[in-house]
Structures are given as structure tokens and as C-alpha cells.
């Protein structure tokens, strides 16, 4: 398999630490000797990054959405996540980046406590975070004693940048809770339980399990396990899974040179042309098509 978009990890040794960096960014490039690529490609990760944009200027795209960069907003990347960031020459933001391993304090729980964030490793929900100008200065304080003791490297730095960022995410996630969270149910047992089921999804997407077989992991029944994704999602969880899977086609459709079959293969689906079919009927486009129409535009 060629791959067309590259897979960044945190870069080796520098003068930061190697599972956690933080980057100031002024104007269109990032000027760090230490930042490992451009980003107005196409890219992803295999860590984590949350982008704090004090002022706007520019769009960024992520999975194949292009939301504006506005002032006041932070924005969240999972690894796997496929992006790219046009920056305007008045633009002024931070990067933070960190991997999976360096986040955990005292955690007790055995899977990655990231995902029960819900703007991280959740394609339902909206990987962006608008915020008034009080509360965003309390999340760019936060960021800025970060970028301080990063520079430090004095006793017990490594942990307390770790407490910096879990309380960065905590202040953030109360923000996404209060913001969305009469839209999305969030205060329902409900919203937890599509939540476990959004995690055990891209986890197990590509094995194509029956419902049953989630609903038996959550230990609850098939059918309140699809009205709960239903109440919180607007879709069925069978769609939720086929999405995931097409999103996944879509990337490899991209920015890989495997063939329609080749991606269908890889999937999992044992026909071909059901593939094609299931990926029509979700894109309007057939897989050829959209490979197509999305590699005129990234030549653009």
C-alpha cells in the first residue's frame, strides 16, 4: 500500500519532551525548528492535538470538513484524523500536542481515558469548541503557564505540564458539556451509553458486528441500545457503524493507491460491489468518483 498523505509522530529528543510539545504559531508558518511538517497538506497523526486560535484567520479542514478559524476557539484532533490548516498572516494560536501515553494521571481504567472526552476519537460530534472571551481567556491562561513550564525543565516538569493538560481538557470538556449539551442529551444515561458505544465502534468498526454483539459488550438489549443512539445521534447504531466505515474508505480512497477492491478487502466486506454500493448510496458518488472529484480539488 502507497500511502499519498504521511502519518506524523511526535518528533524524537529536541529541547521539549518527546510525549508532549507546545507550539506558538504568528502568521502563515509555523517558525519552529522543531515542528516536524507543513500543515496546508493533507496529514494526520498518531497523537493527539488540541489547536487554540486566539485570533481567526484561515480554514481548517478535517475528514473532509472545512470549518472556519475563528477568533476564541479551540479546535481537537484525534490520531488517525486526516487535516490540513490554511493560515491567514494575521493569524495567532497554539498548538498542543501529546501522545495517549503521556496523558494519564492515577487513571484506574484500563482502555484510553481520552475517549471519554466527547470532542476526542467521536466522528458524531463536532471537533470544535467556540468560546465567549471570559471563558476563553481562562483555557488561554491555562495554555500559557503550559508554554512557561514547558521552557523550564526544572524538577517534576513532565508532571506538571501532565496536570496542565488534564486540567486544560477538564476546563474544556465542562465548556463542550454546558455548550452542547442540552442539543446532544449529554445529562442522559443515555449520552454515556452512546458514548461507550462510539468508543467499542472505533475499535471494532472494520469487524463488522451485529448490533447484538455491541449490545452484549454494553451489557444492555439491541433495542434500547438503538433507541439510546437514536435519542442522541439521530441515526441507528447500525448507521452510526457504516458511517464509520465509509469514513474510513474515504481516507483510504484518498490518500492511499489501493484500489476500490483492494479498499473493500481491507474493510472487510466480502463483496466488492456491495461495498461500492453501500459507499454510493451514503456519498452520491461512487468510490471512483469521489476519488476523483476530491484529487482535482486537492491539486487545486
Known amino acids: 500500500m502507497t500511502d499519498r498523505i504521511k502519518t506524523y509522530g511526535l518528533p524524537p529528543g529536541g529541547e521539549v519532551l518527546h510525549d508532549f510539545q507546545i507550539y506558538e504559531v504568528k502568521g502563515g508558518e509555523i517558525d519552529n525548528k522543531h515542528y516536524p511538517h507543513k500543515t496546508d497538506r493533507p ?17 481548517h479542514e478535517i475528514d473532509f470538513v472545512t470549518y472556519s478559524i475563528q477568533s476564541n476557539s479551540v479546535h481537537f484532533l484525534s490520531p488517525g484524523q486526516v487535516h490540513r490548516i490554511f493560515r491567514n498572516e494575521d493569524y495567532h494560536g497554539y498548538l498542543i500536542v501529546f501522545s495517549s501515553e503521556f496523558f494519564p494521571l492515577g487513571s484506574t481504567r484500563q482502555e484510553d ?33 503550559m508554554e512557561k513550564e514547558s521552557r ?6 513532565s508532571e506538571i505540564l501532565r496536570t ?3 486540567l486544560l481538557l477538564l476546563k474544556c470538556k465542562r465548556h463542550y458539556m454546558w455548550k452542547f449539551a442540552e442539543k446532544q442529551k449529554m445529562n442522559t444515561p443515555d449520552f454515556s451509553q452512546v458514548q461507550q458505544f462510539n468508543m467499542l465502534v472505533e475499535k471494532k468498526f472494520t469487524e463488522h ?25 439521530g441515526k441507528t447504531a447500525a448507521e452510526i457503524i457504516v458511517d464509520r466505515l465509509i469514513l474510513q ?17 481491507s474493510l472487510n466486506y466480502t463483496d466488492p460491489s456491495y461495498f461500492t454500493r453501500t459507499f454510493k448510496k ?13 484529487n482535482e480539488k486537492y491539486q487545486h
Do not use: W
Request: proline share 5%; aromatic share 12%; charged share 25%.
Open 43 to 59: 496529514h494526520r497523526h498518531s497523537y493527539y492535538e488540541v489547536c487554540v486560535f486566539i485570533d481567526d484567520g484561515g480554514k
Open 113 to 145: 481515558p481520552l475517549f471519554y472526552f466527547p470532542f476526542f476519537n467521536n466522528p458524531t460530534m463536532l471537533p470544535i469548541l467556540g468560546l465567549d472571551e471570559s471563558s476563553f481567556e481562562e483555557i488561554l491562561l491555562i495554555v500559557r503557564q
Open 152 to 157: 523550564l525543565k526544572q524538577q517534576s516538569h
Open 164 to 166: 496542565y493538560l488534564q
Open 209 to 233: 458486528l451485529l448490533i447484538q454483539d455491541y449490545a452484549e459488550m454494553l451489557g444492555t438489549s439491541p433495542a434500547i441500545l438503538n433507541r439510546s443512539v437514536k435519542k442522541i445521534i
Open 249 to 265: 474508505a474515504k481516507r483510504l480512497l484518498i490518500y492511499t493507491d489501493l484500489s476500490n477492491k483492494e479498499i473493500a478487502f
Open 282 to 294: 451514503k456519498t452520491g458518488k461512487s468510490p471512483s468518483q469521489f476519488r476523483k472529484e476530491l
